[in-house]
């Protein structure tokens, strides 16, 4: 008893443990709060030097009469205030008349290639759905398209669709008897043509591998309840599959959209530097005046208006989609 009531008194007289010091403290909280943006820091100077300094320093551009004269001291070029936006803008001459004209092949160009790429995309997907002997094999052969570089795919097709030792004119001509002489795809209207065939087949298995996951998300209940309420195919997909990947489709649409108005690759590769009337995409038309004409402040302009383009369509489809969804919740 006494030898517990001594204990007892020597831990109530000892003194209270040393708190860590301020510094110590402090140091334990920075590192705690700071470390996830320190970790960050490298993603956002590459950010910095590749997209946002770029950008910037193309803005800056736009407003100065940039040509080969000052293309090693750009600050001396004189200012164009906004000549450079006017000139891009004014449909009666030739370069407004061009960028009008390559606007409008861009917006069908774009229409349709993301209309098939999601309509291919998402029928192959709903077939790959059901498993089935040979399905993963399946797969990864659609996936060889989106695989391959964009240099690479383009080249193939440029030879496939070669006048007289092409592949495509060999099946249409000598094999289907479709036509009696070998047409030119890559010269005149037909050139349009080809160049939405190569985007589709670059594209659609990106579309195929969004909507395959976004198809794993979705219960399997439903479907075994539409099927026990006697609902087909058809209807199943159209009052479970399509609402289920609504989110799915919203970001997906948008991404195709982006990628599509924008490619230069598949243009380029495809035609080179002169493309034809009816395949002048407004990258090319972009890259004709900046790189081919030495206008850099109006390729500059150009380029700022696209991006306010692609900016505002982002913005209202964005605002529409969300809207739609909140009304259907």
Same mark, same amino acid.
């Given at each position: 008893?006494? @030898?517990?009531?001594?204990? @007892?008194?020597?831990? #109530?007289? @000892? &003194?209270? &443990?040393?708190?860590?010091?301020?510094?110590?403290? +402090?140091?334990?909280?920075?590192?705690?709060? /700071?470390?996830?943006?320190?970790?960050?820091?490298?993603?956002?100077?590459?950010?910095?030097?590749?997209?946002? #300094?770029?950008?910037?320093?193309?803005?800056?551009?736009?407003?100065?009469?940039?040509?080969?004269?000052?293309?090693?001291?750009?600050?001396?070029?004189?200012?164009?205030?906004?000549?450079?936006?006017?000139? $891009? *803008?004014?449909?009666? +001459?030739?370069? /407004?008349?061009?960028?009008? !004209?390559?606007?409008?092949?861009?917006?069908?160009?774009?229409?349709?290639?993301?209309?098939?790429?999601?309509?291919?995309?998402?029928?192959?997907?709903?077939?790959?759905?059901?498993?089935?002997?040979?399905?993963?094999?399946?797969?990864?052969?659609?996936?060889?398209?989106? $695989?391959? &570089?964009?240099?690479? $795919? @383009?080249?193939?097709?440029?030879?496939?669709?070669?006048?007289?030792?092409?592949?495509?004119?060999?099946?249409?001509? !000598?094999?289907? !008897? *479709?036509?009696?002489?070998?047409?030119?795809?890559?010269?005149?209207?037909?050139?349009?043509?080809?160049?939405?065939?190569?985007?589709?087949?670059?594209?659609?298995?990106?579309?195929?591998?969004?909507?395959?996951?976004?198809?794993?998300?979705?219960?399997?209940?439903?479907?075994?309840?539409?099927?026990?309420?006697?609902?087909?195919?058809?209807?199943?997909?159209?009052?479970?599959?399509?609402?289920?990947?609504? &989110?799915?489709?919203?970001?997906?649409?948008? #991404?195709?959209?982006?990628?599509?108005?924008?490619?230069?690759?598949?243009?380029?590769?495809?035609?080179?530097? #002169?493309?034809?009337?009816?395949?002048?995409?407004?990258?090319?038309?972009?890259?004709?005046? +900046?790189?081919?004409?030495?206008?850099?402040? +109006?390729?500059?302009?150009?380029?700022?208006?696209?991006?306010?383009?692609?900016?505002?369509?982002? $913005?209202?489809?964005?605002?529409?989609?969300?809207?739609?969804?909140?009304?259907?919740?």
């Amino acid at each position: 008893m006494a @030898a517990a009531t001594e204990a @007892a008194r020597a831990r #109530v007289s @000892a &003194p209270p &443990p040393t708190p860590p010091p301020p510094t110590r403290r +402090s140091w334990e909280r920075v590192r705690r709060i /700071g470390l996830p943006y320190l970790l960050l820091l490298p993603a956002v100077l590459f950010e910095l030097l590749v997209h946002v #300094v770029p950008m910037l320093v193309g803005i800056f551009m736009s407003f100065k009469q940039l040509t080969e004269f000052f293309i090693r001291n750009c600050s001396a070029a004189p200012s164009a205030g906004l000549g450079n936006y006017r000139f $891009a *803008l004014d449909v009666n +001459s030739a370069v /407004g008349r061009n960028l009008l !004209h390559s606007f409008w092949i861009t917006c069908g160009f774009t229409v349709l290639t993301v209309g098939l790429s999601w309509l291919i995309g998402t029928g192959a997907a709903l077939l790959m759905q059901d498993p089935f002997r040979g399905r993963r094999l399946l797969r990864t052969y659609f996936l060889i398209p989106y $695989a391959l &570089p964009a240099y690479t $795919a @383009a080249i193939t097709w440029e030879f496939m669709f070669q006048r007289d030792t092409g592949l495509v004119n060999t099946l249409l001509v !000598h094999d289907l !008897h *479709l036509f009696k002489q070998p047409p030119f795809w890559l010269l005149g209207g037909n050139s349009f043509w080809a160049l939405v065939i190569t985007a589709v087949w670059r594209t659609w298995p990106f579309a195929f591998l969004v909507v395959t996951a976004g198809l794993q998300n979705i219960p399997g209940d439903l479907y075994e309840a539409a099927a026990i309420d006697g609902a087909g195919v058809w209807l199943r997909i159209r009052s479970i599959t399509l609402p289920q990947l609504r &989110p799915v489709n919203q970001v997906l649409v948008l #991404v195709l959209f982006l990628w599509t108005f924008n490619d230069f690759n598949t243009p380029y590769v495809l035609f080179g530097n #002169v493309p034809p009337p009816q395949a002048n995409l407004l990258s090319l038309q972009i890259y004709d005046t +900046s790189f081919q004409s030495w206008n850099f402040g +109006s390729g500059s302009a150009m380029s700022v208006l696209l991006l306010v383009f692609l900016l505002l369509v982002t $913005a209202a489809y964005l605002l529409v989609t969300n809207r739609r969804g909140n009304a259907d919740a």
